[in-house]
């Protein structure tokens, strides 16, 4: 029988009712959706997408929300004594590291989803009624999907994260970090050998992919990256879990 539908129910559940759930994620709509208004009114004048200045906005926000939650990961079942217990069962490590990585996966997903409510209770109802904004549902479409993708990679990176630290803080710091510092230092590296490869901000090359998928140029070569980074992560993160139960150790 495979486990994964019940392990990613119960990690999301479990992380919903948690201090890692629902408080972060209201702060982090909170300060994506003020994010939102204000470039939105930076730009005023501009010709620009609004689905782009949205997912520009969403995407600042992602790895915050994406570290708060993979923290919680295998750092919290060390802290309870539940390590030894999920040793002792038969269920593989990849099943146990898939639904740690889509339980936060989709406290990503809900974020994603909640902002898209406030980027349309601002087009329906805060806009002016005369105001003509440039946006289509496949702007939206295209910058949700590239959201997705990254939230995978982030969610991955944290819960390999979490089988290394014994604090739930210090996960999340150390995911917060990646999260921000290894796309520029390989957006860096890859122009060493692909000059075309800097984005517009070259020290926010995934957030400008977002605002760049808004607008229907799509970076392939990224798209790919993303989703190669999160698999290799993952597999990593499995061949740690085992090697943690072969030992016999939480550490």
């Not at 300060?31 to 997408?49: D, K, M, T």
């Not at 990254?150 to 979490?162: I, K, N, Q, R, V």
Request: charged share 10%; proline share 5%; aromatic share 12%.
């Amino acid at each position: 029988m495979n486990p994964f539908g019940a392990l990613v129910r119960r990690e999301s559940t479990h992380l919903l009712r948690s201090a890692h759930g629902l408080g972060p994620l209201l702060l982090a709509l909170a300060g994506a959706s003020a994010l939102f208004i204000l470039i939105l009114r930076h730009e005023e004048g501009h010709v620009v997408q609004v689905p782009a200045l949205w997912g520009l906005a969403t995407a600042f926000g992602l790895p915050f929300i994406s570290s708060v939650a993979a923290s919680r990961g295998f750092t919290r079942d060390r802290e309870n004594g539940m390590m030894r217990l999920m040793f002792a069962t038969p269920i593989r490590a990849r099943w146990w590291v898939l639904g740690k990585v889509f339980g936060a996966w989709s406290l990503s997903m809900i974020y994603v989803l909640g902002m898209m409510l406030s980027a349309w209770v601002f087009i329906r109802w805060l806009a002016p009624e005369q105001a003509q904004i440039p946006w289509t549902w496949e702007g939206f479409g295209l910058a949700t999907a590239m959201l997705l993708i990254e939230a995978l990679l982030w969610s991955a990176l944290g819960t390999l994260a979490s089988l290394f630290s014994r604090s739930s803080a210090s996960t999340f710091l150390l995911a917060l970090m990646i999260s921000f510092c290894a796309p520029p230092m390989v957006c860096m590296f890859l122009s060493t050998f692909m000059p075309d490869s800097v984005s517009q901000w070259p020290w926010f090359p995934l957030q400008s992919i977002v605002y760049d998928c808004a607008t229907g140029l799509i970076h392939v070569r990224a798209l790919i990256g993303c989703l190669t980074a999160s698999f290799v992560v993952i597999y990593l993160a499995g061949i740690l879990f085992d090697t943690l139960r072969m030992l016999g150790s939480e550490r």
